[in-house]
Structure formats: structure tokens, C-alpha cells
């Protein structure tokens, strides 16, 4: 979402109602990612209030005042992965969605299963590569940037999670029409 600059500016130098007034405009953003990642209303509101917390903390350390949602939702993303990890599970990831983003054109329930049992057999950097680029429709550059990895390393990991899933899928459905 882009952001007026200078309420952006008037945040990072301390002005309380103008970070109020941002994350507001974030607000559904917010939720709906959180929702995505832990998997439950309660955790999800946890993550955003502590997401926000540490914003305000550390508004006055944004360089960048035009990059404010990616800086907020990688402050998100951070605070739903330890709450993931406090409760030692692995981020869940919407099969549906990602299953009419990687194949439209083939029939959704009996994909689904598919496309779920593949994507439990990649790694989970794979994983989460697949789900923030085709899910969360974030860019390559945002994607290093959230995950903390060079550009190359998730160009890499993108490129090798596609050849995986597609030659898990193709040997699900192998499997499938050798059964039926």
C-alpha cells in the first residue's frame, strides 16, 4: 500500500498519531497476513500487537519512508515465525489458493490433495519461497528481503521449488492413474 511520505516522515520523527494513522490503513493487511501464517484469530492478533509495538520502537531506524508497509510486514512476518516456533509448528499455507495460482486449468479437489502432499515433501525454504511469491503475490526483491537471503539465493530456491513440485506432482499423479 503506498503511504503519504510525510506522514511516513512525521512517524519516523516521533509523531505518535501519524504511526496510529498508518497503521490503521494497514490494519486489514495486517490481519489477514498474520491470519495466513499462524493459522488462528487469537495468535494473529497477538503477532499485530507485538508486530506494532516493535514498529513504534524502531520507526525512528526506517531509512526509507516509501518502503514503510514492506518494513511493517517484515516485522510481521518476524513475530508470526517466533510464535510459530514457540509453539514449534510449521507455517501453514493455503493449498486452495496456491493451487489456482501454480494450475488453474486442471480440476481443483483432486489437485488439492495433490499439490498438498507435494508441497509437504519440499523443504521449507522452498515452502515459503512458493507461498510468499505465488500467495502473497510479494516480489523477488521482497521476498529476499523478509526471508533475509540474497536476491540469488531466492531466485534459486523459486526456480528449484517449481522443478521439485512439478516432478512431485507428475509422480502423484502417476501413482494416482496406476491405482485407478
Not at 71 to 83: A, M, P, S, V
Not at 135 to 142: F, G, Q
Not at 145 to 153: C, L, R, Y
Given at each position: 500500500m503506498k503511504h503519504d511520505?510525510?506522514?511516513?516522515?512525521?512517524?519516523i520523527n516521533g509523531d505518535a498519531e501519524a504511526f496510529e494513522e498508518l497503521l490503521f490503513k494497514e490494519e486489514k493487511m495486517l490481519y489477514y497476513k498474520a491470519l495466513s501464517y499462524v493459522g488462528n484469530k487469537e495468535d494473529a492478533l497477538d503477532a499485530i500487537q507485538e508486530t506494532a509495538c516493535n514498529a513504534?520502537?524502531?520507526i525512528g531506524k526506517l531509512r526509507n519512508p516509501e518502503y514503510f508497509?514492506?518494513?511493517?510486514?517484515?516485522?510481521?512476518?518476524?513475530?508470526?515465525?517466533?510464535?510459530?516456533?514457540?509453539?514449534d509448528q510449521m507455517m501453514p499455507y493455503e493449498e486452495s489458493e496456491l493451487l489456482k495460482r501454480l494450475d488453474r486449468k486442471q480440476d481443483e479437489e483432486t489437485d488439492s490433495f495433490h499439490l498438498s502432499e507435494a508441497l509437504s515433501r519440499l523443504n521449507s525454504s522452498y515452502q515459503i519461497c512458493l507461498i510468499l511469491f505465488y500467495?502473497?503475490?510479494?516480489?523477488?526483491?521482497?521476498i529476499a528481503?523478509?526471508?533475509?537471503?540474497?536476491?540469488?539465493?531466492v531466485k534459486t530456491n523459486l526456480r528449484r521449488a517449481r522443478k521439485k513440485l512439478k516432478s512431485e506432482l507428475e509422480r502423484s499423479y502417476q501413482l494416482n492413474e496406476k491405482v485407478t
Open positions: 511520505i510525510q506522514t511516513v516522515r512525521r512517524a513504534f520502537l524502531a508497509s514492506t518494513w511493517l510486514f517484515r516485522i510481521l512476518i518476524r513475530e508470526c515465525y517466533r510464535l510459530l516456533k514457540a509453539r500467495y502473497h503475490d510479494l516480489s523477488v526483491k521482497d528481503e523478509v526471508t533475509d537471503k540474497p536476491v540469488s539465493t
